[in-house]
């Protein structure tokens, strides 16, 4: 019989991941070390301006504390896996991460690489990264680190070149 709910199967445990990784318990999934350090060859970043003291990918990072989103990051080349969480009471958001890597990106000498969700839906993903980035959608899931299983959401990387997009 058909439920519409599915309990206990792959679809259970993919719900459970789903709402540990896109709920606001959880905002620190690390970049698999192999997958940054593919980028980083690419791209030299210096600064990781969303971080902690255990997870920081470059020796120059923001963490909570000093709060990345509000500092000047130009002249850098960014590495920014944001938070997950959606903005909740007073409390920013990753489509606020999406929209300050975007205004980065505009100011002179500043690259910005980012780690994200591919949501496609998003009217953060039209307004900011649709058209104008760069988008190389990632094959397959990541593991990110510390995770027991894959990420149940495909990922994308969104490359913002030198404040020279649209
Ligand atoms: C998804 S993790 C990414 C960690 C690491 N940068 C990486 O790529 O693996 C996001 C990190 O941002 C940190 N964070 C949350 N709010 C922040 C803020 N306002 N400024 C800087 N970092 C923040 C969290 O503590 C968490 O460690």
Known sequence: MFRGLCYGCICGRAAR????????GKDDWETPQEFFAKLDREFQFTLDPCANDNNHKCNRYYTELDDGLSKSWGGETVFCNPPYSA???GKPGQADWIKKCYDESKKPGTTV???IPARTDTAAFHKYIYGKAEIRFVRGRLKFVGAKYSAPFPSMVVVYRGGRQG
């Open 17 to 24: 991941m789903n709402k540990v990784l896109l709920s606001s």
């Open 113 to 115: 690489v980012m780690l």
């Open 87 to 89: 903005a909740r009471k």
